[in-house]
């Protein structure tokens, strides 16, 4: 393992708003995806970080960032960054901008894995009880269902950290989507190489994100999916990917050393068992870890039964299960999983 590199696990925030103006902009279905791009780069400023393609359809916006994504809803944004940056900045500017909308925060969760590089990471993200600390003092009062847990695994450096907090009208999640958020560390080092550029190749970052989607079967995971990727310089790579209201996303580190890679998606507990199982496997599969943690985010018990289900046919144990509870999320459920030759 490396002394120091590129942080690969991501911090995300997802923050909910209601409005209570019957003449406010989420009547007209944009909401918060009226918020100007000055807006957003100063959100984004306070985070540390840049825009680098956009896209968006009639439900959402999209960003890939310089660290990650953001997705832009009418009365949800979700920011997921990795490196150092100082993602939990972002809480209060984007509180006071959805308030010149009309709009009132009624929901918060904040989730990320342990670091590869926990000493590098800067104030407030320098430990979990700093990060609830700073959350807390930024939140307005209305939210007063409020929980912090650390959700524990046999191996330490694998710990799911999750801060969920909900006002009095919202403090249960009450809808049947679900979110997987899957980090995988250990790649495999041929298929991580697929995510360097070559030398002396003089392509943007937009057209030698399109080869690695395709060189990678990315395209493949979700083949509805409309997709703008980027990869960077020398190597790593972002995608976001658009389905209807649904979006999934992947990053990943290659690095030998500390190479890292995530994908995030959302779907509904009324989706097919099979489907889902499907999407995980071809997920995994572009990167063949030697370690997968999963947090399963949901209004149902059941949904982190598929998990296993994608898992073990890919030679991967699981070793860790981890479940709880939390206002305005739901049930969480982490598991961690090995490949089957390693310990």
């Avoid at 409020?146 to 999640?173: E, I, L, T």
């Avoid at 980027?230 to 580190?253: E, L």
């Avoid at 949904?303 to 999320?329: I, N, Q, S, Y």
């Amino acid at each position: 393992m490396a002394v120091s590199g590129f942080e690969g696990f991501e911090k995300r925030l997802e923050l909910h708003f209601f409005g209570d103006d019957p003449l406010s902009n989420i009547n007209n279905n944009m909401g918060l995806r009226l918020l100007d791009f000055e807006s957003i780069e100063q959100v984004l400023r306070a985070v540390q970080c840049t825009v680098v393609s956009a896209v968006g359809n009639h439900f959402f916006d999209a960003y890939v960032l310089s660290e990650s994504s953001m997705f832009v809803y009418p009365t949800k944004i979700i920011i997921k960054t990795c490196g150092t940056t100082q993602l939990l900045k972002s809480v209060r500017p984007l509180t006071h901008f959805a308030n010149k909308l009309n709009l009132k925060l009624c929901g918060c969760r904040y989730t990320r894995g342990s670091f590869i590089f926990p000493k590098s990471q800067p104030f407030p993200h320098t430990n979990f009880k700093e990060e609830v600390i700073y959350i807390e003092e930024n939140l307005p009062k209305n939210l007063v269902y409020r929980k912090a847990a650390v959700m524990p695994s046999k191996n330490p450096c694998y710990s799911w950290h999750v801060f969920a907090a909900g006002d009095q009208n919202h403090r249960k999640k009450s809808n049947s989507d679900f979110t997987f958020e899957i980090c995988m560390t250990e790649l495999d080092r041929h298929l991580a190489r697929k995510f360097y550029k070559k030398a002396g190749d003089c392509k943007t970052g937009d057209s030698a994100g399109k080869e690695m989607t395709v060189l990678t079967g990315i395209d493949d995971i979700n083949p509805r999916a409309f997709i703008c990727d980027f990869a960077f310089d020398p190597c790593g790579y972002s995608m976001n990917g658009i389905d209807g209201d649904r979006y999934s996303t992947i990053h990943v580190t290659p690095e030998d050393g500390y190479s890292y890679a995530s994908f995030e998606c959302v779907g509904s507990v009324y989706d097919e068992d099979v489907d889902i199982v499907e999407t995980l496997k071809k997920a995994v599969q572009v990167f063949k870890p030697a370690t997968v943690s999963v947090s399963t985010t949901s209004n149902s018990r059941e949904v982190w039964t598929t998990v296993a289900r994608a898992m073990e046919p890919l030679g991967l144990k699981c070793r860790t299960f981890a479940m709880d509870e939390f206002p305005a999320a739901g049930t969480v459920v982490f598991q961690t999983f090995t490949a089957a030759r390693r310990k």
